[in-house]
């Protein structure tokens, strides 16, 4: 569960599982990994 609006949801581009990121990990495009092994900026 997530408290607050300070995150963005989408689905992977590679599985669509849905991740979920922060407001300030987006600004500072910090990268993440889903489980399937993709990973993003």
């Not at 992977?12 to 990994?33: A, D, F, H, V």
Request: proline letters at 7%; one cysteine or more; glycine letters at 10%.
């Amino acid at each position: 569960m997530l408290i607050g609006t300070e995150y963005v949801s989408f689905p992977c581009p590679e599985c669509g599982t849905k991740i979920y990121r922060c407001k300030r990990c987006r600004r500072l495009s910090n990268k993440y990994q889903c489980s399937c092994g993709f990973l993003g900026p």
